[in-house]
C-alpha cells in the first residue's frame, strides 16, 4: 500500500472531517483581497512583499508569501497560533457577505480535497465587533453552506476565557438554529483556563436536552487529570478535540489534527506523533486538519503524511472515517449514504 498512494489517489478517497475552524481555514487569496478592499488597513506585522506582489497582479505568489509569513508567525505554541487569528483573520470576519463568502469557500475546498461530509467550527461571538447580532453571524455562515455539494454542520464554540455569561447565549444560540448545529465547543487556552469547565458543562446539559451533543477541546496541551475523567464521564462527554495527550482516553472519539499539533509545537515532528500508537493500542481515532491556513495542509495532505510516516494504507482510513461517520452530527439518511460512499472509496 505504501507506494500506490499518491496525492491524486488520497485527493479521490472519500473523507470524513470531523474538526476544522472556521477562522483557521479561509484562503489566503481571499484575505488578500479583503485587505485591498480596506486600503490596505493591515497589522503592524503584515508583510509588505505580499501586498506587493499582490499590487503586480501577482496573486498566487502574493497568497504563498503571505500564507508562510502567517504559518510562521503562529507556529512554536497555541498562544502564537491565537495571536495569529486576532491579529490577521478576525478583522476580515465582521461583516456578513465576507462571512458567507468564507465559509462558501471553505466547503468548496473542503469538497476539493474529497471530503464527504463537513463539521465547521466557529465561535459566533469572535464575529460581533463592527455590530452584527449573533443571528446575524449565524445567518451569515448559514447562507455560506446553502448550496453545498456535501453535509454540513456547525460546531458552537465557547472560549475558555469567556465565561458562564456568553457560553449561556451561545447555548441558546445552538438551540435557536439547531437545524445547522451539530455540536456544542469549548474551545481557547487549556492551560490559562484548564480542564473540563463546570459553567460550560451546566450550558452543554441543557443544549443535550435539545438534541445537540456536547464535545471540547481536551489534552491538546495539558495532561489528563483525575478530575477530567470524573466530569467527562459525569456530563457523558465522549467526543474530545485533539484529546491526543496521555494514555486515558479510553473509549472517547479523538478528533486527532497531527500536522496542527506540530506546528502549535505540542509535537516535535509527524513522526513522533502518538496517533499511530494510539490507534494500533485500539483508542478511537479521527483524523483532522484543524485549521488548514496555518498548517498548509489539508485533509489529503494528512492522509499521505500517515502513509508516509506510519505506513497507513486504506484498512486504516476506512478504519478512522468509520469512526467519524458513527459519532458525526449528520441525519441517519445522510449517514448511510455515507456509509456506501466510503464502502465505495475503500472496499
Ligand atoms: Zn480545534
Not at 470576519?93 to 475546498?109: C, F, G, N, P
Amino acid at each position: 500500500m505504501a507506494n500506490d498512494l499518491n496525492r491524486d489517489v488520497v485527493l479521490g478517497l472519500p473523507k470524513i472531517l470531523l474538526h476544522e475552524h472556521l477562522d483557521c481555514s479561509l484562503r489566503p487569496s481571499t484575505m488578500l483581497q479583503f485587505f485591498a478592499e480596506d486600503d490596505w488597513n493591515v497589522p503592524a506585522n503584515f508583510p509588505l512583499p505580499a501586498r506587493t506582489y499582490y499590487l503586480e497582479g501577482e496573486l498566487e505568489k502574493a497568497a504563498a508569501e503571505y500564507q508562510n509569513f502567517l504559518a510562521r508567525e503562529a507556529s512554536k505554541s497555541l498562544a502564537n497560533y491565537v495571536n495569529a487569528i486576532v491579529l490577521h483573520v478576525l478583522p476580515l470576519m465582521q461583516h456578513k457577505d465576507r462571512l458567507a463568502r468564507i465559509t462558501r469557500e471553505r466547503v468548496e475546498d473542503a469538497v476539493a480535497d474529497g471530503v464527504v461530509a463537513l463539521e465547521l467550527r466557529f465561535a459566533p461571538q469572535l464575529h460581533i465587533r463592527a455590530g452584527l447580532t449573533l443571528e446575524q453571524v449565524m445567518d451569515a455562515v448559514a447562507a455560506g453552506m446553502r448550496d453545498s455539494a456535501i453535509p454540513v454542520k456547525l460546531i458552537i464554540c465557547a472560549l475558555r476565557h469567556e465565561g458562564e455569561a456568553m457560553a449561556e447565549r451561545l447555548a441558546d444560540l445552538a438551540i435557536k438554529y439547531k437545524q445547522h448545529v451539530g455540536l456544542f465547543d469549548l474551545a481557547g487556552d487549556e492551560k490559562a483556563n484548564p480542564g473540563v469547565l463546570l459553567w460550560w458543562a451546566k450550558q452543554a446539559a441543557k443544549v443535550r436536552e435539545h438534541g445537540i451533543e456536547p464535545e471540547l477541546h481536551l489534552w491538546e496541551t495539558d495532561e489528563p487529570t483525575d478530575d477530567d475523567l470524573v466530569r467527562l464521564a459525569e456530563f457523558g462527554i465522549r467526543r474530545l478535540g485533539h484529546g491526543m495527550r496521555g494514555r486515558r482516553q479510553e473509549a472517547r472519539i479523538l478528533e486527532v489534527c497531527p500536522s496542527s499539533n506540530c506546528v502549535t509545537g505540542q509535537i516535535r515532528n509527524f513522526s513522533e506523533h502518538p496517533i499511530d500508537s494510539l490507534y494500533r493500542e485500539g483508542k478511537r481515532v479521527t483524523v483532522n486538519t484543524d485549521g488548514t491556513l496555518f498548517t498548509r495542509s489539508d485533509l489529503s495532505n494528512e492522509y499521505l503524511l500517515l502513509n508516509r510516516y506510519f505506513n497507513w494504507g486504506k484498512a486504516e482510513f476506512l478504519a478512522v472515517n468509520l469512526t467519524a461517520l458513527e459519532v458525526s452530527s449528520f441525519s441517519n439518511e445522510e449517514k448511510s449514504e455515507l456509509l456506501a460512499k466510503l464502502k465505495d472509496g475503500y472496499c
